[in-house]
């Protein structure tokens, strides 16, 4: 139950994070959008997760994995 409710609050942390276009960055971020769902009563919007948001691209595929667990990503 707790690892659910990490989850969802991980994720609907990130629905508030946006990928931003900074000028400094020299590459084109990865990012994936994913549909809404509802999970243990809570329902958690279509967001987006970019790959510029985390620390290196494991962290990115792991957390993406993790959510396609829950819903589509694409």
Known sequence: ????????????????????????????ASCVTCEAYTSAGISVPEFEICEADFDNREQYEQFVDLTESSTNCN
């Open 1 to 28: 139950m707790k690892k659910i409710i990490l989850a969802v609050a991980l994720l609907a942390g990130m629905t508030f994070v946006a990928c931003s276009n900074d000028d400094d960055k020299k590459t084109i």
